[in-house]
C-alpha cells in the first residue's frame, strides 16, 4: 500500500508555529509523525512514498490554488491513499486537512482521509459528511498511538476498498 | 507487554494530570520558585562551599557580614508556607472557579487562624508569630487548610449566599461585598476547628498534621527506595510521551522541596543537615541533562556514533542538553516508544541515584545543603554549588559511567541508521519533491 502524507510546516519539522508561509514542498519517504507510525504502518503493509507539507498561512492565503496543486501531485505520485493529518488542534492545519482531503476525493481517483481532534467543532461539523476525519487527541500522550494505528488500519481499508462503517463507528467523527 | 502498560499508566497520567489538587499544589508551589532561588542566591554568597570563605570575608566586612545576607534567606526560606498558601489558594480558586485573589487571601487568613501564636524562650512563651510554622514545617497544614477555606468559599458562592450590588457599583467593590459571606462562613468553620484542636493533647492543628501526616510522609519521602520507584514511573511516563516530571512531580515535589527547606533551616542555624533526598537530590544528582540523564547519551552520539542522522541530533541538541533540556533527543532520537534505549534511559537515572545515595549516607560527599539552585544550572557547576567539590567529581564520574551504560544502546541504533542511510544513498534520486515541476496538464 502507497501512502502520501499531507503535512503543515509545524508536522513537517520544516517550521514553528510562526513560520506560516512555508511554500509548498515534498519530501519522498516518511517524515514527522509517519515515523512514529512505521510500527503500524508495518503491520499494514503500508509504506509512506512521499510527505507533501505546506505551511499553514501558505494555505490560508489560497486555499483553492494550493489545494489544485496538491491534488495534481497526488495524481502524479498515484498513491493509493492520501493521509491529511494528524492536526491534533491546530486549526489552520485542520481546515487544510479537511478540505484538502475533500478536494482529493472529488478530483482524483486516489482514497483520501483527514486526521484531528475534537476542539476543530466547526471544521468537523462542515466536512465530516463528505469526508472520512479520524479521531486525534489534542497533542501527543494519552491515545496518540491508538489514534496512529487507526489511522493506518483506516488507510489499509480504505486502499483495499474495505467497508469502513465499523471503522466510523469507533474512532471517526 | 509494552502495550499492557500503556493501558495501565496512560490512564493514570491522565488522572493526575487532570486532578486538580495535584495541578493547585503543582502550579501553587511556582510562585515561590524563583523568591526561593533569588533566596538561596544571597545565602549562597553567605555561605560559599570553599573551606575558609566566610573568616576570608570577614577580614574586611567584619565577622558579622553574613547575617545581611541571610535577611533576603529569612524572608523567603523562612516564611515559604505563606507563600506556598497564598500559592496554592490562588491556583486551586481558580480550578474552582471563584475569584483568585480573595481565595488566596481567604486561605491565607484561615490558616494564621488555627496557627497557634505563640514562641517558646526557655520554658516561658511570648505571644508572636512563629517563624517555626512560617517555614517548611507549616507547609502541609497549608496545602490543606486551602484547599478546604476555598472549597467552603466555593461551596457558599455556589449556594449563592451572597450580597449583591445594585448596577452601577464599580466591580472591585462589588466583589468585595459578594466575598463578605463566603469568607465569614470559611472564618466560623477555622475558629470551630481551632477549638477543637485546642481541646485536644496536641493543642493545636499544627502540631497535630505535623506529627501525624508530614513527619511520617517526609521520612517515608527520604528513603531510597522511595526516590527509585518515584523515578521509574517519571521514565515510563515519559517513554510514552508524557511529561513524567510533572506527573510524579505533582505528587513529589512538596515532599522533597519540604526536604530541601528542612535542610536549609539546619544550614542556618549551623546543624547537620537531615535529609539526603531532596529537591536539589532529585533535580541535580539523579539526571543529568533532562530526563533519563541524557547527557550522557549525548556525550556518547557525538564520541561514538557516525550515522548522519544521530550525529547531526547530537549536535542540535547538545547546547539545550547542557542546561538540561532534552525535548529535541525525547521526541527526535526518538527516546519517547523506542524500546531500544528504554533500558539505559530507566538504568542510568537509577544508577546514578544509588551511587549519589551510597556517596552520601557514607559521607563520601556532603549532602545537599537546600540551595534553591535551578535546575538548567549546567552539571558539574551545580554539584559544587550544592555540596563543594566533591559533589562536582560525583556527578563527573556519574556523566561518564552513563556514557558507557548508553554506549552499547545507542551504538546498536547507529548501525541501523547507517544501514538505512547506505541503502538511502543508493536510491537517491534528489530527496526533494518540486511542485514547480507540475505541468499545466497536471493541473
Known amino acids: ?173 | 507487554m509494552l502495550k499492557k502498560l500503556e493501558s495501565v499508566l496512560m490512564p493514570l497520567a491522565e488522572k493526575i494530570g487532570k486532578n486538580k489538587y495535584l495541578i493547585a499544589v503543582r502550579d501553587g508551589f511556582l510562585l515561590s520558585m524563583p523568591l526561593l532561588i533569588v533566596g538561596s542566591f544571597f545565602l549562597l554568597i553567605a555561605n560559599f562551599p570553599i573551606p575558609g570563605w566566610t573568616h576570608f570575608w570577614a577580614r574586611f566586612f567584619g565577622d558579622g557580614w553574613t547575617s545581611y545576607f541571610s535577611k533576603p534567606t529569612d524572608a523567603t526560606f523562612s516564611i515559604m508556607a505563606v507563600l506556598a498558601v497564598v500559592g496554592i489558594g490562588y491556583s486551586f480558586s481558580e480550578q474552582m472557579h471563584v475569584d483568585k485573589l480573595f481565595g488566596a487571601a481567604i486561605s491565607m487568613v484561615c490558616w494564621f487562624l488555627i496557627m497557634p501564636y505563640k514562641i517558646l524562650t526557655e520554658g516561658s512563651s511570648v505571644s508572636g508569630i512563629p517563624l517555626n510554622w512560617v517555614g517548611s514545617k507549616g507547609i502541609f497544614v497549608g496545602i490543606i487548610v486551602a484547599f478546604l477555606s476555598v472549597h467552603i468559599y466555593a461551596w457558599v458562592n455556589k449556594k449563592g449566599w451572597v450580597i449583591r450590588m445594585p448596577d452601577g457599583v464599580p466591580p472591585t467593590v462589588a466583589k468585595s461585598f459578594s466575598a463578605l459571606i463566603p469568607a465569614g462562613v470559611a472564618v466560623l468553620v477555622f475558629f470551630i476547628i481551632n477549638i477543637v484542636f485546642a481541646m485536644t493533647t496536641y493543642g493545636d492543628a499544627f502540631t497535630f498534621i505535623f506529627t501525624i501526616l508530614q513527619t511520617p510522609l517526609l521520612r517515608l519521602g527520604n528513603t531510597l527506595p522511595a526516590m527509585v520507584i518515584a523515578y521509574i514511573f517519571l521514565h515510563l511516563f515519559w517513554f510514552f510521551g508524557v511529561n513524567g516530571g510533572s506527573v510524579v512531580g505533582a505528587v513529589f515535589n512538596p515532599i522533597l522541596q519540604t526536604l530541601s527547606a528542612g535542610n536549609l533551616a539546619a544550614l542556618q542555624a549551623g546543624q547537620p543537615l537531615p535529609n539526603i533526598i531532596s529537591q536539589q537530590f532529585q533535580d541535580l544528582f539523579a539526571t543529568f541533562g533532562g530526563c533519563g540523564s541524557t547527557l550522557s547519551l549525548l556525550i556518547a552520539m557525538l564520541l561514538f556514533c557516525r550515522s548522519k542522522r544521530v550525529k547531526e541530533l547530537g549536535k542540535l541538541a547538545l547546547i539545550p542538553g547542557v542546561f538540561g533540556i532534552n525535548e529535541p533527543l525525547v521526541f527526535g532520537l526518538p527516546i519517547v516508544l523506542n524500546p531500544m534505549v528504554l533500558i539505559p534511559f530507566m538504568l542510568v537515572p537509577t544508577v546514578n541515584i544509588v551511587i549519589s545515595y551510597i556517596c552520601m549516607s557514607i559521607g563520601l560527599v556532603p549532602l545537599c545543603s537546600g540551595y534553591a539552585i535551578p535546575w538548567t544550572m549546567p552539571v558539574i557547576i551545580s554539584g559544587f554549588l550544592a555540596t563543594g567539590w566533591q559533589g562536582a567529581v560525583l556527578q563527573f564520574l556519574l556523566l561518564i559511567l552513563g556514557v558507557f551504560l548508553y554506549m552499547p544502546f545507542i551504538k546498536m541504533m547507529d548501525r541501523q541508521y547507517l544501514a538505512d542511510e547506505a541503502k538511502g544513498d543508493d536510491d537517491k534520486d534528489g530527496d526533494d519533491i518540486d511542485f514547480d515541476d507540475l505541468s499545466f496538464d497536471d493541473l
Open chain 1, 1 to 173: 500500500m502507497k501512502i502520501v502524507m499531507i503535512y503543515d510546516q509545524i508536522q513537517s519539522g520544516l517550521g514553528t508555529k510562526d513560520d506560516q508561509m512555508v511554500p509548498l514542498t515534498g519530501k519522498k519517504g516518511p517524515i514527522g509523525p509517519a515515523v512514529m507510525m512505521e510500527p503500524y504502518l508495518a503491520q499494514t503493509e503500508g509504506h509512506v512514498e512521499a510527505c507533501l507539507c505546506c505551511g499553514s498561512g501558505t494555505f490560508l492565503a489560497d486555499p483553492g490554488e494550493v489545494s489544485r496543486k496538491l491534488c495534481a501531485m497526488v495524481n502524479k505520485l498515484k498513491p493509493d491513499v492520501v493521509m491529511c493529518g494528524p492536526a491534533f488542534n491546530y486549526q489552520d492545519y485542520a481546515a487544510m486537512c479537511a478540505k484538502v482531503a475533500l478536494d482529493i476525493h472529488r478530483s482524483t481517483d486516489v482514497k483520501a482521509f483527514a486526521a484531528m481532534s475534537e476542539e476543530n467543532e466547526e471544521i468537523i461539523k462542515a466536512y465530516k459528511a463528505q469526508v472520512v476525519i479520524v479521531r486525534t487527541p489534542k497533542k501527543g500522550g494519552p491515545g496518540l498511538n491508538s489514534a496512529l494505528k487507526n489511522m493506518c488500519d483506516m488507510a489499509k481499508a480504505l486502499a483495499q476498498g474495505d467497508d469502513i462503517s465499523g471503522f466510523k463507528d469507533r474512532f471517526c467523527f
